[in-house]
């Protein structure tokens, strides 16, 4: 089955596309998640219940959308491609590979898609659960929910630093800034 999985990933070119997807929907968690924060910081909002919920449900609802519009826009893609390659071959493909691995490639990618703005999303949130469950953070919650947005988006810089082979301090510096323009637009438009 594995193998199996492997060929279709090859066949559909679909592994490419769902570590850029992953990447891309990953950030936006990320960002998404930095800014609730850093809103809910310079706001002065101290009851963690009330940001825990805020969060996991932005962060919930970030993967569904990135599961839901990555199979919708990915089936259509890959339905267009198969009947554009059964017509050149003149037969039926549904019942081979190539049919198996354009059904297949919309949910991996789609999946993909959806997980990582959620997996980030809760990571960026486990601060404010351990202080919720009474741990003793060297940071406030808040705080270490903020240095986890602004680590996991270094993080994903070097990934992109990876993929483009560049040098992976300036990939992940860059993402940081990003970050940190973020969060100082929300800090000067917060009310």
């Not at 990320?30 to 805020?54: C, D, H, K, Q, R």
């Not at 969060?55 to 839901?68: K, N, P, Q, R």
């Not at 959806?114 to 990571?123: E, N």
Request: proline share 4%; aromatic share 10%; net charge neutral.
């Amino acid at each position: 089955m594995f193998r199996q999985l492997l060929l279709w990933l090859h066949i559909s070119r679909s592994g490419k596309i769902a570590r850029r997807y992953f990447v891309v929907n990953g950030f936006d968690g990320a960002l998404t998640m930095l800014g609730m924060n850093m809103g809910f910081y310079l706001s002065g909002e101290s009851n963690l219940p009330v940001i825990i919920s805020a969060c996991l449900g932005a962060s919930v609802a970030l993967g569904v959308s990135g599961v839901t519009s990555a199979y919708i826009s990915e089936t259509a893609e890959r339905e267009r491609e198969l009947h554009a390659l059964e017509e050149a071959m003149v037969r039926d493909l549904s019942d081979s590979d190539h049919g198996r691995a354009s059904r297949f490639a919309p949910l991996w990618i789609a999946t993909v898609n959806g997980l990582a703005p959620f997996l980030f999303g809760l990571l960026i949130i486990f601060p404010l659960w351990l202080s919720h469950k009474g741990v003793v953070l060297p940071l406030g919650p808040l705080e270490s929910a903020l240095a986890t947005a602004l680590g996991i988006l270094f993080f994903l810089g070097i990934v992109i630093g990876h993929i483009q082979g560049s040098f992976w301090l300036w990939s992940g510096l860059r993402t940081l800034i990003i970050a940190l323009i973020t969060a100082v637009l929300i800090y000067f438009i917060n009310p």
